[in-house]
C-alpha cells in the first residue's frame, strides 16, 4: 500500500486558504439573498402580497416609457372600511381587504397591475385602455365584489368599492393624470359610494399634488 498510486491516497484535501475563500463566497451569497428579501419586502404589501405604493410608482414610471404605455389609471377604495374595523375588529377588516384582493385576482387582466397605497386604497394601472375600456373593466370587479361575499365574514357585512378612473392624454404628466384620478374617486364617493365616476384628460384640471405625495 506503501506504493498506492497518488490517485488513491488520501491527501489531498482543500487547504485553509481553500476553505477561507469557500466560507467567504458563501457568505457573500447568503448577505446578498437576505438584501434581495429586504428589497422585496420593501416593494411588497405583507397583509394582501401586492405590491406597496413604491412598488406601484416604479411601476407607473416604467410603463410610461415602455412599449406598453400606461393609458389608464384607477383610484380604489372600500366603502364603510372603518366601519367593519370597528364593529367586527381588525381581523374582520383584514380578511375584507384580502377578499377585495382576491376579486381583483380573479377578474383583472394579466397586464394590469394594482398595488395597495394604504388602509383601504388602492392604486390600478391599465396599460392600452382607453377610458371606456377601462371603465368596463372595473365595472365588472365592482359588480362581482358585491355579488360574491366572503365566506370569512359574518354575513352581515357586504362589501363595495368607490372606484375613480381617468385616461393618460398625449402630453400628461404623471402627477396630472394622479390627481384627475384622485378627484374621479373623490366623485365617486360623494357620489353615494359603490360607483365607478371616470374623468376624462382636458385642460380644466386643477393643479396638481407634487409627484412625491400624490399618493
Not at 451569497?29 to 429586504?38: H, V
Not at 405583507?46 to 412599449?67: D, I
Not at 385576482?105 to 397605497?117: F, H, N, P, V
Not at 359574518?154 to 392624454?169: A, F, K, Q, R
Request: aromatic fraction near 4%; include cysteine; charged fraction near 30%.
Amino acid at each position: 500500500k506503501r506504493n498506492e498510486p497518488a490517485l488513491y491516497r488520501v491527501h489531498d484535501r482543500p487547504s485553509d486558504d481553500h476553505i477561507s475563500a469557500l466560507r467567504s463566497v458563501l457568505s457573500q451569497a447568503e448577505i446578498q439573498r437576505q438584501r434581495d428579501e429586504l428589497e422585496t419586502l420593501a416593494r411588497r404589501d405583507p397583509l394582501t402580497g401586492l405590491g406597496n405604493r413604491r412598488a406601484l410608482f416604479e411601476t407607473f414610471g416604467a410603463q410610461q416609457s415602455g412599449a406598453q404605455r400606461l393609458t389608464g389609471l384607477v383610484m380604489l377604495d372600500l366603502d364603510h372600511f372603518k366601519q367593519i374595523n370597528d364593529r367586527f375588529g381588525h381581523a374582520a377588516g383584514d380578511r375584507a381587504l384580502e377578499h377585495f384582493v382576491d376579486t381583483c385576482r380573479a377578474e383583472l387582466r394579466g397586464t394590469d397591475a394594482i398595488g395597495r397605497l394604504g388602509g383601504e386604497e388602492f392604486g390600478l394601472l391599465l396599460p392600452a385602455t382607453n377610458l371606456e375600456g377601462g371603465r368596463e373593466v372595473v365595472e365588472r370587479l365592482r359588480l362581482r365584489l358585491k355579488a360574491v361575499p366572503s365566506p370569512k365574514l359574518p354575513p352581515s357585512v357586504g362589501l363595495s368599492v368607490s372606484i375613480g378612473i381617468t385616461e393618460l392624454s398625449a402630453d400628461d404628466l404623471p402627477e396630472r393624470i394622479m390627481s384627475r384620478a384622485d378627484m374621479a374617486l373623490y366623485a365617486a364617493k360623494t357620489g353615494g359610494r359603490d360607483r365607478t365616476e371616470a374623468l376624462p384628460p382636458d385642460d380644466t384640471a386643477p393643479p396638481a399634488r407634487t409627484v412625491a405625495n400624490a399618493w
